[in-house]
């Protein structure tokens, strides 16, 4: 019996200290416009779209050095409606559908225990001088730059733009789910560790 009960609980435990990462969907055949989508790693996006709806696909367009899915056509799979895929890498992914151009999604995934980077930026602001300039009294009236773009009059009233910054990513999911299945399955280890010894 003891036996039987540490084996539960070691399976139990290095289910919970894997984890199955948060899951996502994306509803895939929905013509709408998609906002980029925040995940972390590990985490699960599932693409369902509706039975008899058409050919449709999903196919990593661009990403990680190295990473490439291609789900071929979802009207062949055996439900008809559902592709998920598990995003263990970091990295921005341009997902897109072969048979529609407008199904298109940006996936960021980043690593939630990993410390936040900060980019050098080459962007010239409002009131900033590079110093080969001669100042006559006014400032900078536009800039783009990548993500979006900012306008103003020169004197420090200005508009924002979309604010979406290319290449980085804050995750919507929180990672306290998974430490806190982790944290359990490590304890259930531990308990089976010292049960069975």
């Known amino acids: 019996m003891k036996v039987l009960i540490c084996i539960t609980l070691l399976l139990i435990g290095s289910c919970m200290v894997y984890g199955f990462g948060e899951k996502s969907t994306v509803q895939w055949d929905d013509p709408k416009e998609r906002e980029p989508l925040n995940i972390g790693i590990g985490d699960i996006v599932a693409f369902p779209v509706t ?10 367009m661009k990403g990680p050095k190295g990473v490439m899915f291609d ?10 409606t559902n592709f998920t895929y598990n995003f263990g890498t970091a990295g921005r992914y341009q997902l897109g559908c072969i048979y529609h151009r407008h199904q298109t999604i940006v996936i960021n995934v980043v690593d939630p225990e ?6 050098p930026s080459n962007e010239v602001f409002p009131g900033d001088t590079t110093g080969d300039e ?20 020169g004197n420090g009233n200005g508009l924002g733009g979309d604010g979406a910054t290319e290449g980085k990513a804050s995750s919507e999911h929180s990672s306290s789910n998974s430490k806190f299945n982790m944290n359990i399955g490590l304890l259930l280890l531990a308990l ?3 049960f069975f010894f």
């Open 51 to 60: 039975p008899g709806s058409g050919e449709h696909s999903v196919k990593v």
């Open 71 to 80: 789900s071929g056509d979802l009207s062949t799979y055996k439900d008809g």
């Open 192 to 194: 089976c560790a010292v």
């Open 114 to 119: 990993a410390p936040p980077t900060v980019e």
């Open 134 to 153: 001669e100042d006559n009294g006014s400032n900078v009236g536009a800039i783009s730059g990548k993500g979006g773009e900012v306008s103003g009059d």
